[in-house]
């Protein structure tokens, strides 16, 4: 995926480095990096999974049960997105920080990060056999891209994103918020 230049410069930034970033450049990189990717990563790891676990079946370790997982994962993940997208991040933008859609979000997270170990289970911990299909190796490759592009996702949502600027300076404690 093509990025744009303020989005390839945020990949190798420290979390240091974002706390310094305006919350509008924070929603502009997770838009472009995160959420325009999952759409992408998601339908095409369901594919592989299907075609996997279709030829595959009875290898000990298929992953059986991933596509469905992925397909469930991916459809709570557009919703988390949806909310994002339409409500809260409209009201980041307008220097509003909502506590009540912010845990929301925060609780969505933790059900992110369940559904990510459901991944490294259901792949056997993205094992394969030595002999894999290029399909299989391709499906475990892609879906330890998502788990780690979701874990980043999640970090820079709840550690940046989601604390208002001020106390992101330094300006604020954050205890009134």
């Not at 919703?79 to 220097?95: A, C, D, S, V």
Request: charged residues 25%.
């Amino acid at each position: 995926m093509q990025f744009s230049e303020a989005t390839q410069q945020g990949l190798n930034r420290s979390q240091h480095q974002w706390l310094k970033i305006s919350t509008n450049e924070v929603v502009d990189y997770v838009l472009e990096r995160f959420h325009a990717v999952h759409r992408t990563q998601f339908p095409e790891a369901i594919a592989l999974a299907r075609k996997v676990e279709e030829v595959h079946a009875d290898e000990p370790l298929c992953p059986t049960g991933l596509a469905d997982h992925l397909a469930f994962m991916f459809q709570e993940l557009e919703g988390h997105m949806l909310k994002e997208e339409q409500i809260l991040f409209p009201m980041l933008r307008n220097n509003t920080h909502p506590q009540g859609p912010i845990m929301v979000m925060e609780s969505e997270h933790e059900e992110h990060e369940v559904a990510i170990q459901k991944i490294a289970k259901l792949s056997h911990n993205f094992s394969m056999p030595d002999d894999a299909c290029g399909t299989w190796r391709h499906l475990i490759s892609l879906v330890r891209e998502i788990c780690d592009d979701l874990q980043d996702h999640i970090e820079l949502e709840n550690n940046i994103l989601f604390v208002p600027e001020e106390v992101r300076a330094g300006n604020c404690c954050g205890g009134c918020q």
